[in-house]
C-alpha cells in the first residue's frame, strides 16, 4: 500500500542553521514525490519535485530508493521558511493518485 | 486563470444544519479530491475522484458526500452538521498522466472556513 510518512510532527531550528525534514515513503514501484508548502493561512502549493532536481528558495530533496526516503534539506535557515511543509507521493501508470503525509511544522526561531 | 475555485470561503452553521462546499476547476483535472485540515493538524483525505461519475472514500468520509456529475465540479455536502466538523476545507485537483514539465501537481483551493455551533 502507498503511504508517506514524516516521523516529526514540529520542528524547531535556529535562524542560520541547517533543515532537514524527514520523509520516508511505501510504494511497489517508481513512484514521484513531492514537497508541499502552506504559508500562514495560505493554500498548499508545490515546492518541488524529484524529477525536476532542482532547488527552490534554497531547499532541495533527493530521492533515495534504497532507503525510500525523500528529505527536503536547507544549509541554512530563514525566518520566512517557517510554513507547514507537506510530503506527497504520485504512483505511476493506472494509479496516479495524490497522497500526503500528515505534515512537519517548521518554526524558524530568531 | 482560475486554477480551482472554492466557494464559500467562510461559513458559520448550526449543529443538524446541512450544506454544500462547491469546487470548480478549469484545468481539465480528471482527478479532484477534497481534504480538511483542522487547527493545528495535517491534511486528511475526505473523498476523492478520479473522473466524472466515480468518486472513492478517502481516510475521513463520515459525515459527508460528493458527487462528480462534470469533470469541472465536485461538490461537498455536509449532512446534519456537527462540531467535530469544524475544519478547514480544501478542494484540490491534479492531471493523471501528465509527464514532463508540470507532472502530476496538485493545485489547491484557498480554503472553505467552517465553522459549526
Known amino acids: 500500500a502507498q503511504r508517506v510518512t514524516q516521523p516529526e510532527k514540529l520542528l524547531s531550528v535556529f535562524k542560520g542553521a541547517p533543515v532537514e525534514l524527514k520523509c520516508n515513503y511505501s510504494y511497489s514501484g517508481s513512484p514521484e514525490l513531492f514537497w508541499y508548502v502552506q504559508y500562514s493561512r495560505q493554500r498548499l502549493q508545490l515546492l518541488l519535485r524529484?524529477?525536476s532536481r532542482e532547488s527552490i528558495k534554497g531547499f532541495t530533496a533527493d530521492l533515495n530508493k534504497g532507503e525510500t526516503s525523500f528529505h527536503l534539506k536547507k544549509p541554512f535557515a530563514q525566518e520566512e521558511d517557517s510554513a507547514m511543509y507537506y510530503c506527497a507521493l504520485s504512483g505511476r501508470g493506472g494509479d496516479d493518485k495524490i497522497i500526503f503525509g500528515k505534515g512537519t511544522r517548521l518554526h524558524i526561531l530568531p | 486563470n482560475a486554477g480551482v475555485t472554492q466557494t464559500p470561503k467562510f461559513r458559520i452553521l448550526k449543529i443538524g444544519q446541512s450544506m454544500t462546499l462547491q469546487c470548480a476547476q478549469d484545468?481539465?483535472?480528471?482527478?479532484m479530491y477534497w481534504y480538511r485540515q483542522d487547527p493545528g493538524m495535517g491534511l486528511k483525505l475526505i473523498y476523492y475522484s478520479v473522473g466524472a461519475g466515480i468518486t472513492d472514500k478517502g481516510e475521513v468520509p463520515n459525515g459527508y458526500n460528493v458527487s462528480r456529475s462534470t469533470t469541472e465540479d465536485f461538490p461537498l455536502r455536509l449532512e446534519l452538521a456537527a462540531p467535530s466538523q469544524t475544519s478547514v476545507y480544501f478542494c484540490a485537483s491534479s492531471y493523471s498522466g501528465a509527464r514532463g514539465s508540470s507532472g502530476n501537481t496538485i493545485y489547491f483551493g484557498e480554503g472553505s472556513w467552517l465553522t459549526v455551533v
Open positions: 524529484h524529477i
Open positions: 484545468m481539465n483535472h480528471n482527478y
